[in-house]
């Protein structure tokens, strides 16, 4: 089955230590997402790729970083996480047209629910 | 600045049937989608209204009111799988989802 798949599932890090968490997609979209999600609240967009093209959110910290090295995976990147970054970090795929802007519905991994001890 | 509202949470009983409201006001319109998401999993599409009316989908349908910015997720025939979480996300005008926080619906047997 075509699908998006996160990696780790649970990923516990240090206060300060980097951490890398991992998408990959076998539905062949061309636009990718990573939101971050607190409890209760809505998915907050941090990053999407359309393509190679890289679109950072105005309000996305400095601290999170992006990657996409081809179609099929992308990483997130948190440079020196704080206790403020305990969330679940999803990935969602979906299809566009060639300007990027994309009515179709986006398709969600499971989830990686970070930890910062 | 742009606005989602739904309520917070919801109960309703098995077998029952259950609207669940959303406002939204957004810069454009492109079309409003509800997703569901359980608790510690992702969200999960199910449908997607961009004119005004009502689309029936099994036990579930999703109306829109354009003009008053206005949609509803209704549940029929209540299981207790579908406790969960319901997000309304309406696309605007520069096609970017904004998404409401979602409401939790509690199922009671």
């Known amino acids: 089955d075509a699908m998006v798949i996160q990696n780790p599932r649970y990923q516990v890090t240090q206060f300060g230590k980097p951490v890398t968490l991992s998408c990959s997609q076998t539905?062949?979209?061309?636009?990718m997402y990573w939101y971050q999600q607190k409890s209760s609240q809505a998915p907050k967009l941090l990053f999407h790729y359309y393509d190679k093209d890289f679109n950072n959110e105005a309000d996305t910290p400095d601290n999170f970083q992006s990657r996409r090295p081809n179609t099929s995976f992308c990483f997130l990147d948190i440079r020196s996480p704080g206790l403020g970054d305990a969330a679940m970090y999803l990935c969602a795929t979906s299809n566009s047209g060639r300007t990027g802007y994309s009515n179709q519905p986006q398709h969600f991994g499971d989830g990686t629910r970070l930890s910062i001890l | 600045g742009q606005n989602i509202d739904q309520p917070t949470e919801m109960t309703a009983t098995e077998g029952a049937i259950v609207q669940i409201n959303c406002t939204y006001q957004t810069s454009g319109f492109n079309g409003l989608f509800w997703y569901q998401q359980h608790a510690g999993e992702a969200p999960t599409f199910l449908s997607y209204?961009?004119l005004d009316g009502l689309e029936e989908k099994g036990r579930f349908s999703s109306f829109l009111s354009r003009s008053k910015g206005y949609s509803y997720l209704l549940l029929k025939e209540l299981q207790m799988k579908d406790s969960a979480s319901y997000l309304c996300a309406v696309l605007d005008s520069n096609y970017q989802l904004i998404w409401g926080a979602g409401t939790k619906l509690i199922i009671k047997p």
């Open positions: 209204n961009v």
């Open positions: 539905l062949n979209h061309n636009v």
